[in-house]
């Protein structure tokens, strides 16, 4: 049956011969779009999940205040809010660092949102520094919530974080997953 028909010169009335043959070739496509559009959204989360990685790690890092390792992150072009670039960004950390000790960073919720080689970001950050992190939860002690907004390009393969800016923000301005995680965090405290 199949070995000689034409599908060039096949017609609608060779449909009725063939409807065997309809059904597979509209089951074949219906397939390879779903199959394509599984894919791209497969890889679109695979991206925006290395871009919250990227941005856990940068937060572990800033916590064991590696400079040297957190500017590696950071796209050559990277400038903030304020206009700083990698230069003065480095002044900067190296003075939080040195006059807030023990900085406790909790990476709260986190959104991103990715279009081919550029990614937008927006992130909670609890931010503390003082008593040991156990003695912080035991007083209730929880610190400043920030909101963050990153602007990150990938070349080379390797995503790096081009802008950032944040701002203190209170509670009740918290992304809607942040309120969740801090439960975890700190239970019975909110």
């Known amino acids: 049956m199949g070995a000689d028909l034409n599908l060039k010169n096949l017609n609608i009335s060779d449909a009725k011969k063939y409807p065997g043959l309809i059904i597979r070739l509209v089951a074949l496509l219906v397939f390879a779009v779903f199959s394509l559009s599984w894919s791209q ?4 989360t695979d991206e925006a999940g290395v871009v919250k990685d990227l941005l856990r790690t940068v937060a572990g890092l800033s ?11 950071l796209s050559p072009e990277y400038r903030d809010f304020e206009g700083r670039n990698l230069e003065q960004t480095t002044r900067l950390l190296e003075y939080y660092f040195e006059n807030y000790p023990g900085i406790a ?7 991103v949102e990715v279009n081919g080689d550029r990614a937008e970001a927006e992130a909670d950050l609890l931010l503390s520094s003082g008593p ?8 209730g002690l ?4 920030y909101r963050f907004n990153f602007s990150l ?13 944040w701002r203190e923000v209170d509670s009740n301005s918290l992304l809607p997953g942040s309120r969740a995680i801090l439960k975890k965090i700190f239970p019975g405290q909110l």
């Open 153 to 165: 390009g990938k070349t080379a393969g390797r995503w790096k974080i081009i802008y950032a800016a």
């Open 142 to 145: 929880i610190g400043s919530y």
């Open 63 to 73: 916590e064991k205040k590696d400079i040297s390792r957190i500017m590696g992150y």
């Open 132 to 139: 040991l992190e156990t003695l912080r939860k035991m007083v």
């Open 41 to 44: 959204s497969c890889r679109k």
């Open 105 to 111: 960073i909790h990476l709260l919720d986190i959104y």
